[in-house]
Structure formats: C-alpha cells, structure tokens
C-alpha cells in the first residue's frame, strides 16, 4: 500500500507491526532523557544564581551516606559489583544542606556504577581530615586521562561522549557536585588514571 502524500516517517513507523513498540520504546528513551536533563539545567541555575534555597544546618555526615546505601546497593548488586562503606570511627558532623550532600552522594555514586564493570568495587568512605570534612567515592573502572581531569567538572564535558550518551547521562552531574561543594564553602577534586579507576573527593567544612 502507498503511503499517502506528506506522511511524515514517524506516521509509517508507528503502523509498522514489526518496529512500533521499538519506535515508541525509543520515543520514551529519549522523553526521559530530555526531561532528566531539563531538570539538571534547572538545579544548576538554581545553585549558581544562589536562588537556591538551602536549610544549612549541622548534618551528620554518616547519617547521609546510611540513608542512601540502600539504594546504591541495590544498583550495585544489579552489575555484580562490590559495594563497600568505610565509616570514620568518630561522628562527622558538617555545615550543610541535607538534600544537597544526597545529591552530590548521587551523582558520585551513581557515575561509578555506572563507569564500573561488572565485577568491580565502588567504595565510599568519610573521615575527618586537617580539620575538614573529607567525603570520598572510589571505584575501579574506566578512568579518566590527565587531560580530561582538568575539564570533567565542566557543563556538559563527557569523557566518553559515545558511552555516556548510551548510559543515558546529561553531562552536567559533576558541575551540579561542584557547585554544591562550593555553595557548602567547600570544594571537590579527583584523582585517576586510565583504566585503573577514579577517586571523587568532597571537602567540607566541620561543624564547630
């Protein structure tokens, strides 16, 4: 049968048998993907223009990480990776915004889930340090070259351009960390190398 005059692709596709759930699977795909990144967009011009209403209060530290370990474990055991908390031995109490240390939590987390093979380790581990709070997410995946260390903090800068678009991630996860560190009168950094695995580190100021 022909198709009629001025007929757009999209109106074949959606009467073809054979490909229909895959096209609508792929209009879904990419609907989350856009409103995922609109929400990023729009956290990262809240906390860089300081309309961002934190509750800066004392936050402990550990509580955090507890609350969240669910949810990282379960992601985890999906990949089979090891999944592991190294407590410090005493309370690590913060100045902080409670929804925001979850935040920068999730987007280190969940980028070495994501960056590890299976079969792998993500750790994370708090401790006090020259009298500042040190928050550190470990993972032994892919890495990241010297040359992108310097720039991977940046909006929308992807490592592996090709592989993140396929993992689904909007490029502005780790400028979102950044900001939040920053706004927390605190800062972030890594440590890495090219198939060896990545070390995220969040500084911030103890509590007095």
Do not use: W
């Amino acid at each position: 049968e022909q198709k009629a005059a001025g007929s757009s692709p999209a109106e074949g596709a959606i009467h073809d048998a054979e490909h229909n759930e895959q096209f609508v699977a792929r209009i879904e795909e990419q609907a989350e993907r856009l409103h995922q990144l609109i929400q990023d967009l729009l956290h990262l011009a809240q906390v860089e223009s300081g309309r961002q209403a934190f509750e800066i209060r004392e936050v402990s530290l550990g509580d955090v990480v507890q609350r969240c370990v669910p949810v990282y474990r379960e992601r985890a055991q999906a990949k089979r990776l090891i999944f592991e908390i190294e407590p410090s031995p005493a309370a690590i109490v913060v100045r902080a915004d409670d929804g925001g240390l979850e935040t920068i939590l999730d987007n280190l987390v969940g980028n070495a889930i994501q960056y590890t093979p299976d079969g792998g380790r993500v750790t994370i581990r708090y401790r006090e340090e020259n009298k500042t709070a040190v928050l550190e997410v470990e993972d032994t995946g892919v890495g990241i070259s010297p040359g992108d260390q310097e720039r991977i903090f940046e909006r929308f800068y992807r490592v592996d351009k090709a592989r993140s678009r396929e993992l689904g991630g909007t490029g502005l996860g780790l400028t979102i960390v950044k900001h939040l560190a920053q706004a927390f009168g605190g800062q972030v950094s890594v440590s890495s190398e090219s198939g060896k695995g990545s070390v995220f580190r969040v500084q911030l100021p103890l509590a007095k």
